[in-house]
């Protein structure tokens, strides 16, 4: 079909993305080591590693996990540790030994790390040891008695440094909490004797499954998206053609990696295209220390940079920001959640570049749609399909409604999981193909998409839909308000009524005055109700709010 998105398409990008170069992720890593060998792939904590070096080690994890662990294709493995070295080479080798890897948020709590391994049914933990007194709790409530290794943050630093690293980290930072785990190896050992046992190439399909990525349980109970090599070849392919105009011929290019790896976002384009491309990642392990970061961004002259908008607004508040060498960067891309107007103008402004919305799913690779790199972007939406990728906007009994209607936003393409670990997914498809996202958006005549709201978190006041994005972005630009976030709580006149909980940037701000600007600025039907100033807001390790958690504790207070 001639869909009306690929007329916007930036020069030289195909509509479809053929056939595909790879039969399995092993071939892609081996292929970019063999490209690239002596140039850095990742640095962190000062600390930098070739892609010759990535891949040995990973390749001398793969023969320990198969050889001393005895894992067979097809076992799962879960990972579960913040941006560290540690992580490419974890992640590389369990799929070099052909085994599933399962991305573990490190912040979970014992709760949803016991539900998490129990159903994904993990065979072995490669863990950083701040978090191991929780893995510690579950141990004997889990089934499978997985085998665990067990990692410092400074073992990748290595020498004095990271010895001094790993003893502030524990004796002067008290971030790792007291554990007992005598029967874990250490993540250093087995790469050592993993260097000395015979690496098996594994008989990979392109369809087994490499990735079992879990929802991240913001909507309920987090589920297991099956992504196979096929998938995330795919999705490589389409986001290398996209990025292209960014990228830059014959030197390397330095990417910020400030979004955690184990997120879907970050792995496929911050990893696996990134590394596929010979770029420089610079791996941020704690974003949320806005100091630290903006002192680690003034080291390096950074050409891309991922976020979401809680991040990027982070930035643009601390005063040393303005000071970051801007003059290579190429591209912000911002995803996970809407980024606000205000931010986007602000970011424009100071860095000379704009920040590029795009959208996707754990369940979808995750990129179903991107603003043109090309200078053609569209602000206030998603952008356009990727190639090979078709959306449709469909209303709840199934059927695609035309172009300009509000509808579910609704996918099918290569890059879409087949469906959910252990589940069954019924319903989550409309008509077996088109995979349904919970968003609501809606198609512009030039095909760019626009996302309203997540479906569940619609507000609906007498009749009318509001949508919480909407009243977002809107009390976002009062230059008194840091951060926002709005949810329908019950009123017993009009159903719903919205509240709104506000993060102050000036503590002269009151609830008067911001009622008096969300008047100037809504229709009636849209103004906040309710205003509640907080500290802060809940949010996920990726920085996106959950209100989710600001719904349940509006129903805790009502009972």
Same mark, same amino acid.
């Given at each position: 079909m001639n869909y009306p998105w690929y007329s916007k398409y930036p020069k030289g990008t195909p509509q479809q993305i053929g056939t595909l170069e790879y039969n399995s992720l092993i071939e892609l890593f081996e292929v970019a080591a063999q490209k690239y060998p002596n140039r850095i792939a990742f640095e962190n904590f000062g600390k930098q590693i070739t892609f010759a070096e990535i891949d040995a080690r990973s390749t001398a994890f793969a023969a320990y996990l198969q050889n001393e662990l005895n894992l067979k294709k097809g076992d799962r493995v879960a990972i579960q540790m913040p941006n560290l070295i540690q992580f490419p =080479?974890?992640?590389?080798?369990?799929?070099?030994? +052909?085994?599933?890897?399962?991305?573990?948020?490190?912040?979970?709590?014992?709760r949803e790390m016991e539900h998490q391994f129990n159903d994904a049914g993990v065979s072995?933990?490669?863990?950083?040891?701040?978090?191991?007194?929780?893995?510690?709790?579950?141990?004997?409530?889990?089934?499978?008695?997985p085998q665990i290794i067990l990692t410092s943050m400074g073992d990748m630093v290595g020498g004095l440094k990271g010895t001094i690293l790993n003893f502030v980290v524990k004796h002067v930072k008290k971030m790792v909490p007291a554990f007992r785990l005598p029967e874990a190896i250490s993540f250093n050992a087995a790469l050592t004797k993993g260097a000395n046992l015979t690496y098996q190439k594994p008989p990979l399909n392109i369809e087994d499954i490499a990735v079992l990525q879990y929802t991240g349980g913001t909507t309920g109970i987090s589920k297991g998206? #099956?992504?196979?090599?096929?998938?995330?070849?795919?999705?490589?392919?389409?986001?290398?053609?996209?990025f292209r105009p960014i990228m830059t011929e014959g030197r390397q290019d330095i990417i910020i990696t400030a979004l955690p790896l184990y997120?879907?976002?970050?792995?496929?384009?911050?990893?696996? @295209?990134?590394?596929? #491309?010979?770029?420089?990642?610079?791996?941020?392990?704690?974003?949320?220390?806005?100091?630290?970061?903006?002192?680690?961004?003034?080291?390096?002259?950074?050409?891309?940079?991922?976020?979401?908008?809680?991040?990027?607004? +982070?930035?643009?508040?601390?005063?040393?920001?303005?000071?970051?060498?801007?003059?290579?960067?190429?591209?912000? =891309?911002?995803?996970?959640?809407?980024? #606000?107007?205000?931010?986007?103008?602000?970011?424009?402004?100071?860095?000379?570049? %704009?920040? =590029?919305? +795009?959208?996707?799913?754990?369940?979808?690779? %995750?990129?179903?749609?991107?603003? %043109?790199?090309?200078?053609?972007?569209?602000r206030g939406t998603i952008g356009l399909p990727m190639p090979s990728t078709e959306i449709g906007i469909f209303d709840d009994d199934g059927n695609q409604l035309p172009q300009g209607e509000v509808g579910e936003i609704c996918a099918r393409g290569p890059q879409v999981m087949r469906g959910y670990w252990n589940q069954d997914n019924t319903g989550v498809f409309f008509h077996n193909e088109w995979f349904r996202t919970g968003d609501i958006g809606v198609m512009d005549t030039e095909g760019y998409f626009k996302i309203v709201d997540r479906k569940k978190d619609m507000i609906k006041v007498s009749g009318f839909n509001v949508y919480p994005n909407e009243v977002e972005n809107v009390l976002a630009g009062n230059p008194k308000v840091l951060e926002v976030a709005a949810i329908g709580v019950p009123?017993?006149?009009?159903?719903?009524?919205?509240?709104?909980?506000?993060?102050?940037?000036?503590?002269? @701000?009151?609830?008067?005055? @911001?009622?008096?600007?969300?008047?100037?600025?809504?229709?009636?039907?849209?103004?906040?109700?309710?205003?509640?100033?907080?500290?802060?807001?809940?949010?996920?390790?990726?920085?996106?709010?959950?209100?989710?958690? @600001?719904?349940?504790?509006?129903? #805790?207070?009502?009972?």
């Open positions: =080479i974890a992640f590389m080798g369990v799929i070099k030994a +052909g085994l599933i890897a399962v991305n573990t948020n490190p912040l979970y709590t014992p072995a933990i490669v863990i950083v040891a701040n978090f191991a007194h929780n893995l510690e709790q579950i141990l004997p409530r889990l089934k499978n008695k998206a #099956q992504l196979s090599h096929r998938n995330l070849i795919a999705h490589n392919a389409m986001i290398t053609h996209w997120h879907i976002f970050a792995l496929t384009v911050n990893g696996l @295209l990134m590394y596929t #491309q010979g770029v420089k990642s610079i791996l941020i392990t704690n974003p949320r220390d806005i100091p630290g970061f903006v002192k680690e961004l003034k080291k390096h002259r950074f050409s891309v940079m991922t976020g979401v908008n809680t991040l990027f607004n +982070g930035l643009l508040n601390n005063p040393n920001f303005k000071e970051c060498d801007f003059s290579a960067l190429k591209g912000a =891309i911002g995803g996970a959640m809407a980024v #606000q107007d205000v931010v986007a103008d602000k970011w424009e402004k100071l860095t000379g570049c %704009p920040i =590029i919305e +795009g959208y996707g799913l754990s369940e979808t690779s %995750p990129v179903l749609c991107c603003n %043109p790199l090309d200078g053609n972007h569209k009123d017993a006149k009009s159903g719903e009524a919205i509240k709104v909980f506000v993060v102050k940037k000036d503590e002269s @701000l009151t609830e008067e005055e @911001l009622k008096h600007y969300a008047h100037e600025n809504l229709t009636n039907y849209k103004v906040p109700r309710h205003i509640e100033f907080r500290n802060e807001l809940p949010k996920t390790n990726v920085g996106k709010i959950l209100r989710r958690a @600001l719904k349940e504790e509006e129903k #805790q207070k009502a009972a």
